[in-house]
């Protein structure tokens, strides 16, 4: 049977134990086949340990946080040991620093300082897996259309063709910045309805490529291109470069913000989606939504009628008009996956889905988990 690890807040030293804490009555489940000990080994991430001993691998910061004796609590190296004890408090996690530290019966240990010096020369893992996730990231954007609108744009390129590649010489018009010489190409895609308003939150920017201003003669400027991934043609649009800023070692965590949300787009136009891919929602930096949140997924709720109960034949007459619900029970849907916010725009955010226990699809929830 599933452990349910409810911590009180312990004692700390030096560089002590991680607990995990029950927080505002939520209650952290340890999976059944969780280890009593485990050694971190190169490869390892922070989320994937979280997941081996806990169903929701989420939590583990969250309880690090409530420890101001560590530095920096996401910092763990090959050669530490993680081991399941129990305690008074009931079972908690401790961390012993290249195996050195050894639990006492108060959930304490002791840990030899002399392994520091070896630390200096190896790395701590990283907090979630990005080098097997940034392939699958996508880099389109979601602007107005009158961002597109009045964007400047592509009317030519130096050989006279049709289509422009890497390091083609093209001419473009407009309004430019003076101080910004990268651009990213784009072209108009989709546009997003946000299925709560049935109002227009955003066109997809698809990412062409890159460009960089080497001349400008009023709202003329001469660029070449870079880092092409599709040809770009007459037309296609130019805005100030963006980036993705998720960094590997920052570990997910929910928005300190109740969302409920709805998915817009699975990975361009799919009606399904899996595990990698990328999800646009209707909830942005307006939502005080951030680079790093992790959200979950649900599914809708189940609407059940009880007619269990006896009722008067004068309630039988309400139900047959529709004036009476007083036997329809409305259910919450299971959160049944883990997606991380990795762009964020004023209404509307992209995120990859991290994990799922089944397939997404676009009447699913997005909320804080």
């Keep these: 049977m599933t452990n349910i690890l409810k911590t009180s807040f312990p004692v700390f030293l030096l560089l002590q134990i991680l607990s995990f804490v029950a927080l505002a009555a939520d209650e952290i ?3 059944e086949d969780a280890p009593s000990r485990y050694e971190v080994v190169d490869g390892d991430t922070l989320w994937d340990i979280s997941g081996r001993f806990l169903e929701d691998p989420w939590l583990w910061p969250e309880v690090w946080e409530l420890n101001p004796q560590i530095e920096n609590p996401h910092l763990i190296y090959p050669g530490d040991v993680i081991a399941l004890i129990y305690s008074a408090d009931g079972p908690m996690l401790t961390l012993s620093r290249g195996g050195t530290g050894v639990p006492d019966v108060d959930g304490l240990r002791t840990v030899r300082l002399s392994p520091q010096v070896r630390r200096e020369s190896l790395s701590a893992i990283p907090a979630i897996p990005l080098d097997r996730i940034s392939s699958f990231l996508s880099s389109n954007l979601v602007v107005s259309q009158s961002d597109i609108d009045n964007a400047p744009y592509l009317f030519a390129n130096r050989g006279g063709t049709l289509l422009s590649s890497d390091d083609d010489v093209i001419y473009a018009k407009g309004n430019w910045d003076p101080v910004i010489n990268r651009y ?50 007459e037309g296609d649009r130019f805005i100030p470069a963006a980036a993705n800023t998720i960094d590997a070692n920052y570990f997910p965590v929910p928005p300190d913000v109740d969302i409920n949300g709805s998915i817009l787009d699975i990975s361009s136009g799919r009606s399904l989606g899996n595990a990698f891919d990328t999800i646009v929602i209707n909830r942005g930096s307006s939502s005080r939504l951030k680079v790093g949140d992790l959200l979950g997924l649900q599914k809708p709720g189940l609407i059940v009628e009880d007619n269990y109960q006896e009722v008067t034949l004068l309630e ?16 919450s849907g299971q959160i049944f996956a883990s997606v991380l916010i990795y762009r964020v725009f004023d209404n509307t955010s992209l995120g990859i889905i991290l994990s799922t226990d089944e397939i997404v699809r676009k009447e699913d929830k997005v909320i804080t988990p």
């Design 184 to 233: 990213d190409i784009i072209r108009g895609g989709m546009a997003y309805v946000d299925p709560e308003t049935n109002e227009v939150v955003g066109v997809e920017g698809r990412l062409l490529g890159s460009a960089t201003i080497i001349k400008r003669e009023g709202n003329n400027a001469t660029l070449t291109i870079t880092d092409l991934m599709e040809e770009v043609r």
């Design 316 to 331: 039988k007459f309400y139900r047959a008009l529709g004036y009476s619900e007083d036997h329809i029970e409305t259910f």
């Design 29 to 31: 489940q340890i999976r």
